[in-house]
């Protein structure tokens, strides 16, 4: 039996590395020594955490740790292009202190981009921690291994689910309900790509299902609420359920 690193330790990994990246969820700024001291916390309960599954890494502990933080300043700043994004795209919003603080959208991609890079560091088991930490506390499912590019907005939330092998471009807009997944979950196919491509400057509405690894939505398309793809769209399309709403009178 494998042995398996702490649940709560990857959950509290997270919350600290929250408040590292952005200091307005504790409300206390951190000078430089404090933040210095901050962040070699942060390595070393990475590596705890790594402890129990040492013996399962490819390239050791230490340096997926090493590697992890030392692409911390470009993941940061997606980031923050991901805030600018969801306040950018939300009237409600009032300013992107408010998006980082409240949206769980926002923390959801936070936990991706964190859980990605690990993901891409061959660590195992704590990527997938770090989701189901996301997913119970927003409702929002993304795998670690999804590829998503830059100013990616998650309006709402609830319910979306994105697979393994999608890949998101950039300025793409998800509303709730979203399913990004696969036709089949065979374990024959653990290897192939099982999800939808998304291209740039997409917007999916709520309650829509895109299927299939080689299911592609163009560039600029709009994809209308309570839609069932498992075909490409091309660009600049605009794709919608036609339903029909009957409203009757009461007899008095």
């Known amino acids: 039996m494998f042995q398996m690193p702490s649940k709560q ?3 509290e990994f997270i919350d600290d590395m929250f408040q590292f990246l952005f200091p307005v969820v504790s409300g206390v700024e951190q000078g ?5 001291l901050a962040l070699i916390r942060l390595k070393g309960k990475l590596q705890e955490l790594f402890l129990p599954i040492r013996d399962q890494f490819e390239v050791g502990c230490s340096s997926a740790a090493e590697r992890f ?9 997606k980031l923050l292009k991901d805030a600018q994004a969801i306040y950018d795209g939300d009237p409600a919003a009032n ?3 408010e998006v980082i603080l409240a949206y769980p959208g926002f923390f959801a991609v936070f936990v991706y981009r964190l859980s990605n890079q690990l993901y891409k560091c061959e660590v195992p088991i704590v990527p997938r921690l770090f989701s189901e930490y996301a997913h119970s506390k927003t409702g929002i499912d993304i795998h670690p291994g999804a590829t998503i590019g830059e100013y990616f907005c998650i309006d709402h939330g ?8 999608t890949n998101i471009g950039n300025y793409v807009k998800l509303y709730q309900g979203v399913t990004l997944g696969a036709l089949s979950v065979s ?3 653990a290897t192939m790509k099982r999800h939808p491509t998304i291209e740039d400057n997409v917007i999916i509405y709520s309650g829509t299902t895109i299927l299939g690894g080689e299911t592609v939505i163009g560039e600029n398309s709009i994809i209308g609420g309570n839609v069932w793809l498992t075909e490409s769209v091309e660009p600049n399309s605009t794709v919608y359920n036609q339903s029909t709403v009957s409203v009757r009178k009461k007899k008095m």
């Open 9 to 11: 330790k990857a959950e």
């Open 32 to 36: 430089h020594y404090a933040a210095e």
């Open 69 to 77: 933080f030392e692409c911390l300043p470009e993941v940061h700043a």
């Open 95 to 97: 300013h992107i202190e």
């Open 158 to 165: 609830t319910g979306i689910v994105v697979g393994e092998t």
């Open 187 to 189: 374990k024959d196919l």
